[in-house]
């Protein structure tokens, strides 16, 4: 009579799992046109809240019996979502990217493993006793093989979509550059607090899976643990995150994946970029993006993103950034006014996008530069 119902890591599941369906709501409920994006976040969102629920059912030995029906069910939700919650992040990525397979492709493309989990727990009636590897040497050896292999796809089959999920992020960060003059950060931070809070935990675990035969029963315990909180931690991240920047959360990207067809007469087409760049001044525009660039210049995006990457050898963020630099230069020779006040008011949103590209197209610092072409501020104190 004196255990408790539940201890405190019980209650940091559940409120973090209560936490991952409030995300999903906040997503499928902002008031813009449903994409495929926000319905992979939501469906990975509710994975997770599915997977910390039931891991919650299945640890806590108080809320179902060990061989119960409702045991079984547990397990069977569990493994399945174990096994498909990291397809989700990965479908989520590559759908920010424009290139997420039809539902119905990935359903059954990277659903596999999960329906194949699900179909071994409820065959082989793989209940809470049978799931704790401790209860393993008392099971019979079908039920045995069973649950091992099901234990050695949820704790390996991720480590794939590791690799899978940093790829489509730098997908999506291509596609990105190919689209805005300034990268959205909101969207980049986003992927990237998912990406490196689940890669830790799903990499974790595996190596705790294949050393577990060498660890004593209370450090698999603690690893265990510690993976779980390694969720925890990202998902609390992602919702102080969400609700910080709700209506960027899920964001439209124009995005058009499709290959670039070769543009003809490119003569005229140049020149209306160049007119673009020189005469319109398009680049001064702190939030540029290819699209409000193609329509300045009377042309269509794909051939302005064929143009400029067949003639100047770069995508739109580098091309804008680089004629943004070449105008910081001019106006640090001509003009007396402070570096990072030049930069401003010459397209750049943020001094640190301002020096990274500074440095990249001269090699050298702004006040370098502006020294030793003997510029108009030569004698001011450098801010940037």
């Known amino acids: 009579m004196n255990e408790m119902l539940f201890t405190l890591n019980d209650l940091v599941w559940a409120v973090t799992a209560v936490e991952a369906l409030l995300v999903a709501a906040l997503v499928l409920g902002l008031p813009r046109r449903l994409e495929s994006q926000h319905v992979w976040l939501a469906v990975f969102m509710c994975l997770v809240a599915l997977v ?17 029906f409702w045991s079984t069910a547990v397990v069977a939700v569990l493994a399945f979502g174990l096994l498909a919650y990291a397809p989700a992040l990965y479908l989520y990525l590559m759908s920010m ?19 194949l989990a699900l179909l071994l727990v409820v065959s082989f009636d793989l209940n809470v006793d049978a799931w704790i590897p401790r209860n393993w040497p008392r099971l019979e050896p079908s039920r045995q093989y069973a649950v091992r292999f099901v ?84 998902i609390n991240a992602l919702v102080a995150f969400a609700v910080y920047g709700a209506r960027r959360l899920a964001g439209r990207l124009p995005i058009d994946p499709k290959p670039e067809a070769p543009v003809k007469d490119e003569a005229p087409k140049r020149a209306a970029i160049e007119r673009g760049i020189h005469e319109q001044r398009l680049h001064l525009e702190p939030h540029i993006n290819l699209a409000r660039f193609a329509e300045a210049c009377g042309l269509r995006p794909r051939e302005v993103s064929r143009l400029i990457n067949s003639r100047y050898g770069q995508n739109f963020f580098e091309f804008i950034n680089y004629h943004r630099v070449e105008t910081v230069k001019r106006r640090l020779l001509e003009e007396d006014g402070g570096i990072l006040e030049i930069a401003l ?40």
């Open 52 to 68: 910390l629920s039931s891991t919650l059912v299945v640890w806590s030995g108080h809320l179902v019996g060990s061989t119960s």
């Open 151 to 234: 234990w050695f796809l949820y704790k390996c089959q991720p480590v794939l979509y590791v690799v899978l999920c940093w790829r489509a992020y730098r997908r999506f960060r291509a596609v990105l550059e190919a689209q805005y003059s300034s990268l959205p950060e909101w969207s980049l931070r986003f992927a990237q607090i998912l990406l490196i809070g689940f890669s830790f935990h799903w990499l974790w675990a595996c190596v705790g899976y294949w050393l577990g035969d060498a660890l004593s029963t209370r450090i698999n315990h603690l690893i265990g643990v510690a993976s779980n909180y390694i969720t925890v931690v990202s």
């Open 97 to 115: 990217s424009g290139a997420a397979p039809d539902w119905r492709r990935a359903l059954w493309l990277h659903g596999a493993p999960a329906f």
């Open 345 to 384: 008011s010459s397209g750049f949103n943020s001094q640190s996008a301002f020096q990274r590209f500074f440095k990249k197209f001269t090699g050298m610092s702004p006040s370098e530069y502006r020294r030793r072409h003997g510029g108009a501020g030569r004698d001011r104190p450098a801010d940037a």
